[in-house]
């Protein structure tokens, strides 16, 4: 880092990046027009200006270079950047479009800017270890179109982390899911695989746990009349649900959010699902509301648990459960 004339350290600048993916998991990426770094392309972003929030700054930045107005959750990472008599002072955030199907088109410094997924970034020339950084931060782009990864913190626990894989296929949907949770007193782990059909409705989900009572596994599947079996054996209890709900993860809020993607803001829809405890791997038919809030919030509501208020990106991936989880990556 370059010393200041007195011998400390130089001003830190204190800027932000934007770390957007669309629903397709493709990331935003701006060519910039003046230097440093003309001609590579790197993330929307630059200086906060006074008064500004970080926040506010980094929905200002995509705005100006890109066009696109964005959803602004949560740090993915900083960088510090040495730049002669200065220190750039880089906060990162993961940003999801309000609009997925807008275009976005180059402005302010920016003379060209793209969605680019695995394959494109390879290509293109983009300013030094950017890429480097975004795969420390599990931030890259989706490397299969129409896969998605995602995290997520929990709140609630000490310690605890699940992580998302969702692809689309051509007959629907597969999601795979991890949960961990190592806290004080807590210690267990659990995986999960659904398979849904073109509209969100599950066809079939397989549930497995690891805790100190050992390590349990269940298997659910139903037919286009929403006629259930478990493991195998029909169970009648479950007829009608049109859900699997997985108690330790965000995924499986992101089921009913999409299959209710046209509901009116202010309208509610209750569902009956098939709800699995974790690590007990219980299987108990459950009545759940979902109130869309607005475009993208919404209140989940049972009779067991209480209500929260979830927020979610454009593919339906919850961003923020109250109380419960929020993303982390990317």
């Known amino acids: 880092m370059t010393a200041d004339p007195s011998g400390g350290e130089p001003p830190a600048v204190p800027c932000v990046g934007a770390v957007v993916l669309d629903a397709s998991g493709r990331l935003l990426l701006v060519r910039r027009g003046q230097e440093p770094g003309r001609g ?20 200002r930045e995509v705005r100006e270079e890109t066009g696109l107005l964005v959803h602004v959750g949560d740090v993915v990472g900083s960088v510090r950047i040495p730049s002669g008599a200065v220190v750039y002072d880089v906060t990162d955030f993961a940003c999801t479009p309000v609009d997925d199907a807008a275009t976005p088109a180059a402005g302010d410094d920016a003379d060209d800017v793209t969605w680019a997924d695995a394959a494109a970034l390879d290509r293109l ?10 795969q420390g931060w599990g931030a890259l782009p989706a490397a299969e179109p129409g896969v998605r990864v995602v995290a997520w913190r929990r709140v ?60 349990r596994r269940v298997g659910l599947t139903a037919d286009t009349g929403r006629r259930w079996w478990r493991d195998g054996v029909r169970a009648p209890e479950l007829d009608g649900c049109t859900d699997v709900d997985v108690a330790a993860t965000p995924l499986t809020n992101t089921f009913p959010i999409n299959r209710l993607a046209s509901l009116p803001v202010g309208d509610a829809v209750t569902s009956a699902v098939a709800w699995v405890e974790v690590p007990g791997l219980r299987v108990l038919r459950v009545d759940q509301t979902y109130r869309r809030l607005a475009d993208r919030r919404w209140e989940y509501r049972d009779d067991a648990h209480g209500a929260f208020e ?16 929020t993303r982390v990556a990317p």
């Open 40 to 59: 590579l392309w790197s993330l929307p972003g630059g200086r906060v200006e006074p008064g500004e929030t970080l926040e506010q700054a980094v929905a």
């Open 125 to 134: 020339p983009c300013t030094p270890r950017l890429v480097q950084t975004l």
């Open 156 to 215: 609630d626990e000490d310690a605890g982390h699940s992580l998302a894989r969702v692809q689309r296929r051509a007959d629907g949907w597969t999601c795979h899911g991890t949960e961990v949770l190592a806290g004080p007193g807590t210690l267990l782990a659990c995986g999960f695989r659904v398979d849904l059909d073109p509209g969100w409705t599950t066809r079939a989900v397989e549930v497995w746990s690891l805790a100190a009572g050992g390590e």
């Open 310 to 325: 979830l927020a979610v990106d454009a593919g339906g991936l919850v961003l923020d459960y109250a109380g419960f989880a």
